[in-house]
């Protein structure tokens, strides 16, 4: 099946800094990825949708400076944390669909913990 | 405004019973529905899927029920075992859209 990798899976980052998450679709072109994000005893909530080559679709909410998205193949999508702050801290996970699928977006990554100190 | 919402945090059962998780949402142009499973500090994981235009759709102990008048589904787990015990959300989409809105998920623990 699809699969879906997303590194690094843990990262603990100082406030003021950035920080780069990446997904790949391993066996298969993602035209679409979504990135979302979950906090403690809470749903995923939808950060944005990433387009390959396109600008990405930022959620009502979501600030588009700080979180960078870049999808710049058909097999990556980097979501960059700029300026981390201790409530950027979170659980971020991204999924990609499947082109041509039917059960759009299945498959998911194994999400990345980041802690901002 | 929580458009898909699973009203129990958490259910427990005992081991070869059914397990029974709901969610019920509030849009009516929802025509896609999905359970995922997911594991602490893990991604979740596709379980199975239902279309507006089925009621049930069954796989191996894994059940979906959508009552569409009541704005309800409905995860079957039967029979349950230990190894199902990790918090399942539903989740939503609009026709024509890959956007899905998640539930807030239900803890499901399977005691030996």
């Known amino acids: 099946g699809a699969v879906v990798s997303q590194h690094p899976s843990r990262v603990i980052c100082k406030s003021g800094t950035s920080v780069k998450i990446e997904c790949r679709s391993l066996d298969f072109q993602a035209t679409t990825m979504f990135w979302y994000r979950q906090f403690p005893k809470q749903s995923l909530m939808l950060m944005a949708t990433s387009n390959e080559g396109s600008k990405a679709t930022y959620e009502q909410g979501v600030e588009k400076d700080k979180f960078l998205i870049n999808h710049a193949s058909l097999t990556l999508s980097t979501l960059t944390v700029t300026s981390a702050h201790p409530e950027d801290s979170s659980f971020y996970i991204c999924s990609a669909a499947v082109d041509g699928d039917a059960n759009y977006g299945y498959t998911f990554g194994s999400g990345t913990r980041l802690t901002v100190v | 405004d929580q458009q898909v919402k699973q009203n129990s945090p958490s259910l427990s059962v005992q081991e070869g019973r059914i397990s029974i998780l709901n969610c019920d949402y509030t849009?009516?142009?929802?025509?896609?529905f999905l359970w995922y499973k997911k594991y602490p500090a893990e991604g979740p994981t596709f379980l199975i899927s239902?279309?507006?235009?089925?009621d049930k759709n069954e796989d191996g102990r894994f059940t979906v029920f959508l009552n569409k008048s009541a704005k309800h589904l409905s995860l079957h787990i039967v029979p349950s075992q230990p190894g199902d015990s990790a918090v399942y959300f539903c989740?939503?989409?609009?026709?024509?859209?890959?956007?899905?809105?998640f539930g807030t998920g239900t803890r499901l623990k399977v005691l030996a």
């Open positions: 989740a939503a989409s609009n026709p024509g859209t890959y956007k899905y809105i």
């Open positions: 849009n009516s142009m929802f025509d896609y």
């Open positions: 239902i279309s507006s235009i089925k």
